[in-house]
């Protein structure tokens, strides 16, 4: 095959994003190898200068058409584009959250930013892997920077035991994964690349075949443990609790917009004739997890704990949109996704900053935030009053259009029980709500009654910038709901899903 001019140009445009990261991160490894003096502002701010090169790049590339690389390996198009800029967005919001925690906890600060960075990659080649091999390099890629980012406090027995419980479970469900892809590389007759084994699979006629019933529900089960779905939750909690907090941010949204996108690409693409089968799979993770995650958090006496539980139920109200199957669902996903990450992100911006002022992240400790913070306090009162669902704030709309989805559609019952689950869900953030405002100093210690911060709405730090930014789009951005829906549909539209 004779190739085209221009076509090495073509190609790696594609992956000129993953190429300034990861341009960025070896600038910082080569400055923390050749320099004794490492200048902290100079590493944040290559950091961020490639991430906001990066997404400037995508933006670029939004409208532009499916577009297949590498010969077969990378696929681009505006869906796969949409989830890379939700990883760059994370990643630059997660990072102004580190610098006081680390200038705090005397971590090493280039390791951390390479880590993120690499854990970003990884995340973006995941969104667009177009081949079984390259989606578990990719996968595997943010994996492991994500164990090592949970134990990267080597020195708390809480981090280092939340790595090696991530580290065995995400091996567990890799393996799985992996078991999946070798069902369907076998009944597909050789075939890893995703548009040649599902042709592979209607040449043999293996769609009706248990074998392809087996790779669904190894891959289901391999998804579902990295999303974080109930029966497949167990490991999220503990990391939750034991790894540095900025690490739990980064790992909450970036592996959620990840491994969404993989499962929508996968579920469309390869299970396309099994439709039924794998929307009633994810309809019962979905339901459990809503169930069992809006009730266990109620119980929870850490924020970071009930944070945990808080995401798997999360995750359970965006599988909605996925089990559509059409535009507007898809579109619905999306939204919601864009708005968790400022409502999820802001209020571990909270949390941190509290951390890092008192020590503690049990909630009793929150008792009277209000009147010893102001901004801290009604920061964390707008975040999880939005991600209730309370109107007029950004979750409320997300959820709307998300549930209205899922109605029309026909999936009555689980919309319904998203319903209710929410409801149950207000009630755990209210009951903090309640303690921000109203003071309680019974089991409080002295130094937690002495925390008093002076009113003032001029941040003071990088947290406090994340925390605002974070606060401002949980609040506001569900007015704009409308226009971005449409947006994202006339995106989608040049999608290979909708072409």
Known sequence: MKPEPGAFFLYGSTILPECILILGLLIIFMIDLTSNEKNTTLLYLISLTSLLGTSMILFFQLRTESIISFSGSLQTDSFIIIFQIFIILSSILCIPLSIEYIGCTKMAIPEFLVFILTGTVGAIFLCGANDLVTIYVSLEC???????????????????????????????????????????????????????????????QMYNSPGIFAALICITIGLASKLSMVPFHQWTPD??????????????????????????????????????????????????????????????????????????????????????????????????????????????????????????????????????????????????????????????????????????????????????????????????????????NEGINSYIRAYIVPPSFETKNSIEFSMLVCAIGSIFLGFWISPIFLFVQEALKLSIFFS
């Open 142 to 204: 943010l994996s492991l920077c994500s164990y090592l980012l949970s134990g990267y406090t080597k020195r708390d027995i809480r981090s280092n035991e939340a790595a090696i419980k991530y580290l065995l479970t995400g091996g567990v469900s890799s393996s799985i994964l992996v078991y999946g892809f070798s069902w369907l590389y076998g009944l597909s007759g050789g075939e890893t690349n995703i548009q040649k084994i599902v042709n592979g699979l209607l040449n043999t």
């Open 239 to 440: 990391i939750y609790e034991g790894s540095p907090t900025p690490v739990v941010a980064f790992l909450s949204v970036v592996s959620k917009v990840a491994g969404m996108a993989l499962a929508t690409r996968i579920f469309n693409s390869i299970f396309i004739y099994s439709a039924n089968e794998w929307k009633l799979l994810l309809e019962i993770l979905a339901i459990s997890s809503m169930i069992l995650g809006n009730l266990v958090a109620i119980t929870q006496t850490s924020m970071k704990r009930m944070l945990a539980y808080s995401s798997i139920s999360q995750i359970g109200y965006i599988i909605i949109g996925l089990v559509t199957g059409d535009l507007n669902g898809y579109a619905s996903m999306i939204i919601y996704i864009f708005f968790y990450i400022f409502m999820n992100l802001g209020t571990f911006a909270c949390i941190i900053l509290f951390s890092l002022r008192t020590g503690t992240d049990n909630i009793r400790d929150y008792a009277g935030l209000y009147a010893k913070d102001p901004l801290l306090g009604l920061s964390l009162t707008l975040c999880l009053l939005s991600l209730g669902g309370i109107p007029p704030l950004t979750g409320f709309f997300g959820k709307l259009y998300l549930f209205w989805c899922g109605w029309r559609t026909g999936f009555y019952l689980l919309v319904l029980i998203a319903l209710v689950t929410s409801v149950i869900s207000i009630f755990y953030y209210l009951k903090i709500i309640k303690l921000i405002i109203y003071p309680r």
